[in-house]
């Protein structure tokens, strides 16, 4: 019913930049929440950076000061700007979205992107 597209992975030098985007589409009725998590190898998912529609913003420690999470809500589109990136932040990086759904009635559910790999190596 919705589906999230990622793209702006890629391989990146420490101190680089890279930008991630992630567009939701289909029967949206409204995207309460989008956000990023990561997965490095071995270790579980965690959270990134998310973003609500009332503007709350939240980032892990690990990022903060680094990374910049913006939302065009015209768009359906969330966006990760990543700056500084250092090997630590090599992992898959997930678009989440917390999406009530246009169905009668509404439901609301969690929706995952399929992953783009960010490896920050020199």
């Known amino acids: 019913q919705v589906q999230l597209v990622e793209s702006g992975g890629g391989l990146v030098q420490p101190g680089g930049s890279l930008r991630l985007s992630c567009a939701a589409s289909?029967?949206?009725?409204?995207?309460?929440?989008m956000g990023w998590y990561r997965q490095a190898p071995g270790k579980q998912r965690e959270l990134v950076a998310a973003?609500?529609?009332?503007?709350?913003?939240n980032y892990a420690d690990s990022v903060k000061g680094r990374f910049t999470i913006s939302r065009d809500n015209a768009k359906n589109t969330v966006y990760l700007q990543m700056n500084s990136l250092n090997p630590e932040d090599t992992a898959v990086y997930y678009c989440?979205?917390?999406?009530?759904?246009?169905?009668?009635?509404?439901?609301?559910?969690?929706?995952w992107g399929q992953g783009t790999q960010v490896t920050v190596a020199s």
């Open positions: 289909g029967s949206i009725f409204i995207i309460n929440a």
């Open positions: 973003t609500t529609t009332g503007g709350r913003i």
């Open positions: 989440n979205a917390l999406v009530t759904v246009a169905t009668i009635p509404p439901t609301v559910t969690t929706y």
